[in-house]
């Protein structure tokens, strides 16, 4: 007779090493883009279809329909992950792997929404890597890490 081993006994050790977590801030210069930048046809349907939700004008979330300059350097931009896909950031496109390369220093720090921590490392500049997970985090420390990326460090349990 086959003895079965129930499935979710095969997804525990899977759980058991996500358990507890020990993540730094990524190195911004080893980031790589993961997402299309859009194109200007693209920038120019979003904003006619984003900005012509007569909802918007009266609830006064209207301030990026006002100059379609202005939508368009919020809009667009492209999705950026760590070397290790850890981390993610949404940053403009363009030149933003040299504005990468030059970045140094970081600041971490958690925020909790519902069940959800989110872990951000930000660079200043509007560069802000983020991950998200189910675990409680918190950050070692103060959180500064001036020169050194190591140095910011959260724990997940």
């Not at 985090?137 to 910011?152: A, F, S, T």
Request: net charge neutral; charged share 25%.
């Amino acid at each position: 007779m086959k003895r079965r081993f129930p499935a979710f006994l095969l997804l525990l050790p899977a759980f058991v090493a996500s358990a507890g977590e020990r993540l730094s801030c990524p190195d911004p210069a080893a980031a790589v883009q993961v997402g299309n930048c859009p194109v200007e046809a693209e920038l120019r349907y979003s904003f006619n279809g984003f900005c012509s939700d007569n909802r918007r004008i009266y609830q006064d979330d209207a301030a990026l329909c006002t100059d379609y300059a202005d939508y368009r350097k919020a809009k667009n931009v492209a999705q950026w992950e760590s070397a290790d896909g850890t981390f993610t950031a949404y940053l403009p496109c363009g030149s933003a792997a040299v504005w990468l390369s030059t970045v140094r220093g970081a600041r971490m720090t958690v925020s909790r929404q519902g069940q959800i921590s989110r872990l951000a490392c930000d660079y200043g500049e509007g560069i802000v890597f983020t991950h998200r997970t189910r675990l409680q985090c918190r950050v070692e420390g103060e959180g500064n890490c001036p020169d050194d990326q190591q140095r910011c460090i959260a724990r997940c349990e």
